[in-house]
C-alpha cells in the first residue's frame, strides 16, 4: 500500500480578517497541531502531512484533504485549530488507513468532524464510488 497523505492548506484564515503582521494564518497553526500530535501516532513512512498553498476552498478555512492514490479522496473544512479537532482529525485518518478502501462507518466517525466532510472522490484505479463501498 502506498503512503496516505493529509494534505493542509497552510494558508487558511478563519476570520475575516487578515492575521496580523507575525501572526500565523490558521492554517499554519492547525498543520502545527498535527505534525505534534501525528509524531506520537504514526511513522513518516505511513503517514506524510504535507502543506499545501491553497485547496480551493479559501472560504471554508481550515481545509484538508486526506489522500492515497488507491483510495477515494477527502476534502474536509471549516476546520477549527485546537488540538481537539486536529485529533479528531488523525483518528479519521487512522480510520481511513485502516480500510482498505479508504471507507468510513459513518456512526463511528469523530463527532467533531461530522459536518467538516465536503467532498469525495473517487480512486483514480475505481470508476465510481459505489465501487468503493463501505462493506468491501
Ligand atoms: S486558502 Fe486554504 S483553501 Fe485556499
Known sequence: MSKHTLFVCKSCHRSSEEPAEGQSCDGSILLD???????????????????????????????????????????LVDLPTDEEHASALLQLTQMYMNHRK????????????ESAMF???PSSLSSSLDEDSEED
Open 119 to 121: 467532498a469525495c472522490i
Open 102 to 113: 479508504g471507507a468510513f462507518i459513518w456512526d463511528k466517525l469523530p463527532k467533531q468532524l
Open 33 to 75: 497541531t498535527l505534525n505534534a500530535l501525528s509524531a506520537q501516532q504514526f511513522t513518516a513512512e505511513d503517514l506524510e502531512i504535507r502543506p499545501v498553498g491553497c485547496l480551493w476552498a479559501c472560504s471554508r478555512g481550515c481545509v484538508v484533504a486526506l489522500a492515497n492514490p488507491e483510495k477515494r479522496t477527502y476534502l
